[in-house]
């Protein structure tokens, strides 16, 4: 007998050694999950801005390409305004070359009229005047010779306003050049830096798809490990057998129950829906209790629940006390039927302080007046 009861003694210890250190480890795995689920909000986060970032550059590429298109095209118009232009300046030469040629020729000419005038005369000139058999004669010759005269100064002037009006021509048309020359630089140096642009752009929109592409691998990942961290806290959260005994109302100071188990129509979102648990009115900060023994697997904030606690009773069955203003254990805590969890409160999806209480079993939720709480 005494054999037998040192076995059970032996079997109690072992079995009183070991929930803390299951404990322990269902705390760090719960924690481990929550910082890779942090992690992966802030993946997704860095996902989305590096999306808005790349579309952004896209929009960027295409109004530099269309600005490139449009400064190319007006740089190739001033590159056929340059050629024209030293096609003009060459014709010019050319009419210069010619006029200087002309007056060089008109000027020979002249030389060469008075070395002929000249030959042809053994008198002087007033000896030839005075040879004429008349006055009208001699007046002839006057007007004659002037007339030569004159009509070579004339001929030689006007090639003189030629040539500087064709040399004119030429200074405004090499003018003309070096404002193009300036102006081809300036669009040369526009059209560097929007290459330049282009470029910074690329490698930036190359780094963007290369993060994304990294991001998106991480978030794999990080909804992987995410996923078999659930698993094993599914696994560490089921005690082997029901720790027993009948439930213990989870609020004290008010048993009244408002909504009841199954469909009903939400207060709220005004669309019917399941109710998976029961609400239990109560005022703001009254004592809210463990239904009974087992052990806090989850304690937090949910949009939907709000401040809730979760305790595993083992055999696959868990209860739920959600809409708390304060709680009051944390994940792994040991605690007794009776004891004080948390407060009642209405934080997440509430319309009033209460108590939303659930039991489930296997991870599915049935009626808590059902064979599990009695008023």
């Known amino acids: 007998m005494k054999r037998f009861l040192l076995c059970i003694l032996i079997v109690v210890l072992t079995v ?12 760090q795995v719960q924690q481990d999950k929550k910082n890779v689920d942090k992690k992966l909000i802030e993946v997704k986060a860095e996902k989305k801005q590096t999306e808005e970032l790349k579309k952004q550059l896209e929009k960027d590429k295409e109004y530099l390409e269309a600005v490139q298109a449009k400064e ?19 014709k010019i030469d050319e009419a210069i070359k010619e006029s200087e040629e002309n007056l060089k020729k008109q000027d020979e000419l002249f030389k060469t009229r008075l070395r002929v005038m000249y030959k042809n005369s053994n008198t002087s000139g007033l000896e030839g005047l005075f040879e004429s058999k008349s006055i009208t004669e001699a007046i002839e010759k006057i007007k004659y010779i002037s007339f030569i005269s004159k009509l070579d100064r004339e001929i030689v002037e006007d090639l003189k306003i030629a040539k500087a009006d064709v040399e004119y021509k030429k200074q405004l048309k090499e003018e003309a050049k070096k404002q193009k020359e300036r102006e081809i630089d300036e669009k040369e140096e526009r059209l560097e830096n929007l290459r330049l642009t282009s470029r910074s752009v690329a490698e930036r929109m190359n780094e963007a798809t290369a993060t994304l592409k990294r991001l998106e691998k991480l978030e794999d990942e990080l909804l992987k490990e995410s996923r078999e961290l659930t698993k094993k806290i599914n696994e560490l959260a089921k005690r082997q057998t029901y720790v027993g005994g009948s439930m213990v109302w989870p609020l004290p100071s008010n048993h009244t129950v408002g909504s009841g188990f199954g469909m009903r129509m939400h207060p709220i979102l005004k669309v ?20 009974n023994t087992g ?10 629940y709000g401040n809730r606690v979760v305790i595993d009773h083992g055999d696959g069955i868990t209860t739920l006390y959600a809409h708390c203003s304060k709680i009051l254990v944390k994940v792994g805590d040991e605690v007794k039927a009776g004891q004080t969890i948390a407060k009642v409160g209405s934080t997440g999806l509430a319309t009033g302080p209460h108590l939303h209480f659930e039991v489930r079993v296997k991870g599915e939720p049935v009626d808590p007046l059902k064979g599990y709480l009695s008023k």
């Open 16 to 27: 009183a050694s070991t929930l803390p250190v299951l404990a322990e480890t269902l705390s």
């Open 72 to 90: 190319n095209e007006l740089y190739e118009e001033l590159l056929n305004d340059y050629k024209q232009i030293e096609e003009d300046i060459r």
């Open 272 to 291: 019917k829906k399941m109710h998976t648990g029961i609400d239990i009115g109560g005022k703001t900060g009254a004592s809210i209790v463990a239904a």
């Open 295 to 304: 052990t806090v697997i989850l304690a937090g904030y949910t949009s939907g």
